[in-house]
């Protein structure tokens, strides 16, 4: 089978930097993915690492290591806006269809 | 460019009633999918469709179907509808080339059974 772990909750004050990990075990594994959700709308696409290291996109960073299962996701100058849930998802090998995990509900204080 | 689009946005039914959710996009996509999410839990993938002509089940297809009428829309069938499929329901599409992973959500479905 497929699961993926993540804290369910992380709170940080504005400006700070926050790490959200993930770690996952499949039967196979063509990337990991990281969504963002804020309260009643629909997820969006923020990332993907599909070799080992840092994928850097503006204040967001995503960084993968397939030999321990492990991820995370980085979000530096943290602001209000931010506050949302995150989601790590692993890419199956059929159809590019995603396995999510339950989700970081990431709570920005001022 | 409308994105994806879901109709409807919000629906009440009554248990064993039927009702198909509406998805389409307008960005020439190949690959398309239905998600279920329920209250503080992650995405769940109910069925999938790879490429036009093609669908296949998920992690929880029990109690739906699903047609893909065209490269454009794919919808998704409740026969008789339980008190447990009541939840928020997502359809995304991706490109669907070898190196396209990003996938584009709608705005999602509220559906409740009573």
């Known amino acids: 089978g497929q699961s993926l772990e993540q804290p369910s909750e992380v709170t940080a004050v504005e400006g700070a930097i926050v790490q959200i990990n993930c770690t996952y075990q499949?039967?196979?594994?063509?990337?990991l993915s990281w969504y963002q959700q804020h309260d009643g709308g629909a997820p969006t696409f923020l990332s993907y690492?599909?070799?080992?290291g840092l994928e850097e996109t503006g204040r967001f960073s995503s960084f993968l290591s397939r030999s321990d299962s492990y991820g995370y996701l980085l979000l530096q100058e943290l602001q209000m806006k931010d506050s949302a849930s995150y989601f790590c998802a692993v890419r199956g090998n059929q159809g590019g269809k995603l396995i999510f995990g339950q989700g970081t509900e990431l709570s920005v204080k001022p | 460019n409308a994105g994806v689009t879901q109709t409807p946005k919000f629906q009440v039914l009554k248990t064993g009633q039927s009702m198909t959710l509406q998805c389409a996009q307008d960005?020439?996509?190949?690959?398309m999918y239905w998600y279920r999410q329920d209250p503080g839990m992650g995405l769940r993938l109910i069925y999938y469709?790879?490429?036009?002509?093609?669908?296949d089940k998920g992690e929880v297809p029990n109690g739906y179907n699903v047609s893909r009428l065209n490269k454009r829309e794919f919808s998704l069938r409740l026969e008789s509808a339980a008190p447990s499929q009541t939840s928020v329901y997502f359809c995304?599409?991706?490109?669907?080339?070898?190196?396209?992973?990003?996938?584009?959500f709608g705005p999602g479905t509220r559906l409740t059974v009573t």
């Open positions: 499949t039967s196979g594994f063509y990337g």
């Open positions: 690492n599909a070799l080992d």
């Open positions: 960005m020439n996509h190949n690959s």
């Open positions: 995304a599409s991706r490109l669907g080339t070898a190196y396209t992973y990003e996938q584009y």
């Open positions: 469709s790879a490429s036009e002509g093609t669908t």
